[in-house]
């Protein structure tokens, strides 16, 4: 299985909004509403930021939103503050039952 | 609150056996509530699921790492393990445990993470 495609980064100024991609397959992204999108900090484990596509986790921002067309899903990071400069990293259910993650994004803010 | 912790050796030689143990607080392993996975991530690059456990103790594995991999549970112990032999450099990385719902599929639930160093 081969890793979701990701771009290497993207940046925005405060208060801006900035859009992740994630591209995969009709057997992973294509196939499930089972994508969900990790935050990582420099030095510290992954953290949930939104699952099944679009759902976000209790505690975490609704400035964080996420949506999906065919095979790609997509992470939407609105009214851009400070910390929320991180890795990210999208991952997907498959058709084989495993899981796949995405190459992952450095989100830069200006 | 399910709470989990990564343990076992920093260092492993070339060709030898990579073993890691993750314990599990805050919840039982055994209560088929949980899927039970491995997750890595070498320096400066990203993650890469490599297997997961069933309380029953089925088994799914990243096809690129499945002849080399073996996950357990011991249930006594609350704690499940992971075992890769024949490892090489390209081994080397930040080796997380991570739980999801029976229901989701999604890792709500992440260990801080071991380093592994393959060297000799």
């Known amino acids: 299985q081969s890793a979701l495609t990701q771009p290497p980064s993207v940046s925005g100024s405060p208060g801006q909004s900035v859009t992740i991609s994630c591209t995969g397959t009709s057997s992973d992204v294509g196939s499930y509403n089972r994508v969900s999108w990790y935050q990582q900090p420099p030095g510290t484990a992954p953290k949930l930021m939104i699952y099944?596509?679009?759902n976000r986790p209790s505690g975490v921002p609704d400035r964080f939103s996420g949506s999906k067309s065919g095979n790609t899903a997509s992470l939407t990071i609105s009214g851009l503050q400070a910390e929320d400069e991180a890795d990210y990293y999208c991952s997907s259910y498959t058709s084989s039952s495993t899981y796949v993650f995405g190459t992952g994004t450095k989100v830069i803010v200006l | 609150q399910v709470q989990l912790q990564e343990s076992g050796p920093g260092l492993v030689k070339p060709s030898q056996t990579l073993s890691l143990t993750c314990t599990v607080s805050?919840?039982?392993?055994?209560?088929?509530?949980?899927?039970w996975s491995w997750i890595r991530q070498p320096a400066g690059k990203g993650l890469e699921w490599i297997g997961r456990?069933?309380?029953?103790?089925?088994?799914s594995y990243n096809p690129s790492l499945k002849s080399r991999i073996t996950i357990s549970v011991d249930t006594s112990k609350n704690q499940f393990s992971l075992k890769l032999n024949s490892v090489t450099a390209a081994d080397t990385a930040v080796y997380y445990c991570?739980?999801?719902?029976?229901?989701?599929?999604?890792?709500?639930?992440w260990g801080q993470g071991t380093l592994v160093t393959v060297s000799s």
């Open positions: 099944d596509v679009s």
């Open positions: 991570a739980s999801h719902s029976w229901s989701g599929y999604y890792f709500d639930y």
């Open positions: 456990i069933y309380t029953s103790g089925s088994t």
């Open positions: 805050g919840g039982s392993i055994s209560s088929g509530n949980y899927y």
